[in-house]
């Protein structure tokens, strides 16, 4: 009989044990904020071409999730992740998004961008510029607000939206105005590409160096933080708390770095959420990291 309980025991300790680590790897118990109802009907624009050329990409197009009937609304542009190697506008998370978007006011904006490999990492930057110089050139046409223009991204896509809001030589050399982007949405993102500030997971470290190598200046090139200056648009930097393929302490320091010049920066930690989850999740009923993309992009900001 003994036995028999010290059996129990040790079973029940290794349970709690057990539950405890995987209650860490997840980051916790996910919460939930207000839900935001749908109050539109929602038209797609599908596959409209963001580039002028006769040997444009289809990856250079965009489609448009508009609210019916709706004048002079928001407007979210919505980059994928995918370790700038992969993914597609059309991927069911960015499609759900911008639809969700569109059902509470907001035109979203499924942008694509051309993959690393037959290009340079940076062209990608510049495919994220020539699209957000479309979409203010053509927002009102829709009925979306040119002057209210906010860049979201995850991941990868997040380190364009991050890149393309500080440097502006990308969105200056197409005549876009300083409105653009209104704000800038990142989940996930790596903001510092430069030495080993990528943390030390070896999925990261072999995605990042695998496309962008060890060239430093590239490096310092592709990293948002390197071109943080007084003046730029407020930020919304969300992480998910289970997130173990990017070290949270780059949310961290980019946030450090805006507020070091003055710059409005908000930081979301979200419970129960992973590095991919953080972004699939976001339309799901009174999702943290959805419900506070929707304010941010609703709320005017300049």
């Not at 542009?77 to 190697?85: C, D, L, P």
Request: with cysteine; glycine share 10%.
């Amino acid at each position: 009989m003994k036995k028999r309980y010290v059996v129990l025991i040790v079973f029940a300790v290794l349970a709690v044990g057990v539950g405890g680590f995987l209650y860490w790897w997840t980051g916790g118990s996910a919460q939930h904020a207000k839900v935001t109802p749908a109050r539109y009907q929602v038209e797609k624009r599908s596959d409209l071409a963001y580039v002028d050329s006769p040997d444009i990409s289809p990856k250079q197009r965009l489609d448009l999730f508009l609210p019916f009937g709706l004048k002079n609304a928001p407007v979210a542009a919505i980059w994928h992740g995918g370790g700038w190697t992969e993914g597609d506008r059309s991927l069911p998370a960015v499609q759900q998004l911008a639809y969700w978007l569109a059902e509470r006011g907001v035109i979203g904006a499924a942008m694509g961008y051309r993959l690393a490999g037959p290009i340079n990492v940076l062209e990608q930057a510049r495919d994220a510029a020539r699209g957000a110089a479309w979409l203010y050139a053509h927002a009102a046409e829709y009925g979306g607000d040119p002057a209210r223009i906010y860049f979201v991204g995850h991941s990868a896509g997040a380190q364009l939206a991050a890149l393309v809001a500080c440097d502006r030589k990308y969105l200056d050399d197409l005549g876009a105005p300083a409105t653009v982007p209104a704000g800038v949405v990142a989940l996930a993102a790596p903001y510092d590409l430069r030495g080993d500030r990528i943390g030390s997971h070896p999925l990261a470290k072999k995605m990042i160096g695998g496309v962008f190598g060890n060239d430093r200046e590239q490096r310092g090139a592709a990293s948002p933080i390197a071109f943080v200056h007084p003046g730029l648009p407020p930020f919304l930097l969300i992480v998910g708390r289970g997130d173990h393929l990017l070290p949270r302490a780059q949310s961290r320091e980019m946030a450090a770095a805006l507020r070091a010049v003055k710059v409005n920066v908000e930081v979301l930690v979200v419970p129960g959420r992973a590095h991919i989850d953080l972004f699939q999740d976001m339309t799901d009923p009174g999702d943290l990291a959805g419900e506070a993309t929707l304010r941010f992009v609703e709320t005017p900001r300049r």
